[in-house]
C-alpha cells in the first residue's frame, strides 16, 4: 500500500514537472492542450474533494502577482499574446499546474513553514530564470529577487492554510 502511495506521489511530481516543461517549450498553444490535459487528469484522478477551488483560486492568484509584475516591467514578452494582456498563456498556466503539487507530492514541506519559504525562495526564481531562457522571455534585473520574496511568502501561506 505505501508502495502505491509513493507512486501516486512521484507521478504527481513527474506530471508537474512534464506540465511545466511542455508549457514553457511548446508555448500558449501547447499549453492550452497538455495543461488543461493535465488539469483536467488531476482534477478527474487525483484531487481531493474540493481541491479544484484552490487549484482555481491559485490560478487566479497568479494571474495577479505575475500580472502585477509584468505591468510593473518585470517580464518582456515580445510578440506573444497574451491573456487580459498580462501574462501568456503558458506562463500562466503553470500556476494551477504548481498547485496540483500541494495536496499532494508537497504535502510533507508545509509541516515546516521556514523550509518552504527556503525552497519557495530557491525553486521560485530558478523556475522563472530557466523558463525565461527556454521561452526568449526578457526579465528585469529585480524580477528574480522579487520573485525569491514571493516565493517564499507564499510557500509560508500555504503551510499556514494547509494546518488549516
Known amino acids: 500500500m505505501a508502495s502505491r502511495k ?11 514537472e512534464a506540465g511545466w516543461l511542455l508549457c514553457v517549450v511548446g508555448g500558449s498553444s501547447v499549453a492550452a492542450l497538455a495543461g488543461g490535459g493535465l488539469l483536467a487528469w488531476h482534477l478527474w484522478r487525483c484531487a481531493l474533494p474540493g481541491e479544484w477551488r484552490f487549484i482555481a483560486g491559485f490560478a487566479l492568484l497568479g494571474l495577479v502577482i505575475d500580472g502585477g509584475l509584468q505591468r510593473l516591467g518585470g517580464f518582456e514578452f515580445n510578440d506573444q499574446a497574451l491573456v487580459l494582456g498580462l501574462l501568456p498563456l503558458w506562463l ?8 496540483t503539487l500541494v495536496y499532494h507530492s508537497l504535502a510533507w514541506l508545509w509541516r515546516y513553514p521556514l523550509l518552504a519559504a527556503l525552497c519557495g525562495a530557491v525553486s521560485g526564481p530558478l523556475s522563472y530564470y530557466g523558463g525565461a531562457l527556454l521561452a526568449e522571455v526578457s526579465l528585469a534585473p529585480w524580477l528574480l ?7 517564499a511568502s507564499l510557500c ?7 494546518k488549516r
Do not use: D, E, K
Open 6 to 16: 509513493w507512486q501516486a506521489l512521484l507521478f504527481n511530481a513527474l506530471r508537474f
Open 156 to 162: 509560508v501561506g500555504i503551510s499556514r492554510f494547509y
Open 92 to 99: 500562466w498556466m503553470l500556476w494551477p499546474l504548481f498547485a
Open 145 to 151: 529577487p522579487a520573485q525569491a520574496l514571493i516565493w
